[in-house]
């Protein structure tokens, strides 16, 4: 009996330190994740607000509200554009809404509804 508590004591010492190990280490990745995704964000708004005027921040961050996913890709393409070179002074709001008005001529899908209709032979009805 003693040794069998005595084993149940080693394996439970075994499975704390092997958890301590790979749940620390777990724990560890997820804080590296987290600090690069805020020191990412940082850059972002940094560089977004080197180009954008206070207006055009504003409504940037109204159209986030509405709809996050538009947001990121006009911030990211902001980013792209300032980084080649496109963009040479501070982005105004109504520079702002040109570039969003262009963006949704190209996303813009067009839908069509053809209508067919059934030709009745007067035949088949009797």
């Known amino acids: ?19 301590a190990q790979y749940g620390g280490g777990q724990r560890d990745q997820e804080q590296k994740q987290q600090a690069a995704k805020t020191r990412e964000e940082d850059m972002k708004n940094s560089v977004l607000s080197q180009i954008l005027e206070q207006g055009a921040r504003a409504r940037l961050n109204s159209i986030a509200l ?22 040479s002074g501070k ?15 190209q996303t813009q899908k067009s839908t069509k509804v053809k209508f067919e209709r059934r030709r009745q032979d007067s035949d088949d009805e009797f």
């Open 1 to 19: 009996m003693a040794e069998d508590e005595g084993l149940e004591a080693i394996r439970a010492k075994r499975l704390a330190e092997l958890q």
């Open 66 to 87: 509405v709809k996050p996913d538009k947001a990121k890709s006009v911030e990211m393409m902001l980013i792209r554009m300032a980084q080649s070179g496109q963009i």
């Open 91 to 105: 982005v105004g709001e109504g520079q702002l809404v040109e570039l969003l008005e262009r963006i949704n001529q």
